[in-house]
C-alpha cells in the first residue's frame, strides 16, 4: 500500500516537475522580451538626446526647420511615452511570471521533500521487516540444532 502512495507521490513530483520547467521556460521569456523593450526605450531616449543635442548646435535656423524639427521631436517624445507604457506592462507581467515560478518551485520543493521522506520511511521498514525475518530464522536455527 504504502509503495502505491510512493508512487503516486513520485508522478506529481515529475508533474511539478514540467510544471516548474514551464514557469522557468515562460519567466526567461517575459524578461528577455522586458530587456529588449527596455532597450528600445533607452535608444529612444539616447536618440532623442542627440538629436537635441544637434539642434542646438545649428546656428542658421529657419522657421519651417523649427516647426519640422518641433514636430519630429513630439513623434520621438510619444513613440517614447508609449514604450515606457510598455515597459511598465511587461514590468507587471514580469512580476506575475516571477510570483509563478516561485510557487511552482515551492510546490515542486515540497512534493520532493515528501517523496524523500516516504521513500527513506519505506526503507526503514523494509530494513526493519527485514532484520525480524532474520532475526527469526536465527532463532528457528537455533532451536532445531541438537543437544
Avoid: C
Avoid at 83 to 98: F, G, P, T
Avoid at 118 to 138: F, G, S
Amino acid at each position: 500500500m504504502k509503495h502505491n502512495r510512493i508512487q503516486r507521490i513520485r508522478m506529481l513530483v515529475d508533474l511539478a516537475d514540467r510544471e516548474l520547467e514551464t514557469a522557468q521556460n515562460y519567466l526567461a521569456a517575459q524578461e528577455q522580451t522586458w530587456q529588449q523593450h527596455q532597450t528600445q526605450l533607452e535608444s529612444l531616449t539616447e536618440y532623442q538626446i542627440g538629436y537635441l543635442h544637434s539642434l542646438r548646435q545649428a546656428a542658421d535656423t529657419t522657421t519651417t526647420q523649427i516647426h519640422t524639427n518641433q514636430a519630429f521631436l513630439n513623434k520621438v517624445n510619444e513613440a517614447i511615452v508609449a514604450q515606457k507604457r510598455q515597459v511598465a506592462a511587461l514590468e507587471d507581467s514580469l512580476e506575475e511570471a516571477r510570483q509563478h515560478w516561485i510557487e511552482k518551485r515551492a510546490h515542486h520543493q515540497a512534493l520532493s521533500r515528501l517523496l524523500e521522506k516516504l521513500e527513506k520511511h519505506e526503507t526503514q521498514r523494509l530494513d526493519k521487516q527485514e532484520q525480524k525475518m532474520l532475526d527469526e530464522l536465527a532463532s528457528q536455527a537455533g532451536s532445531r540444532r541438537p543437544l
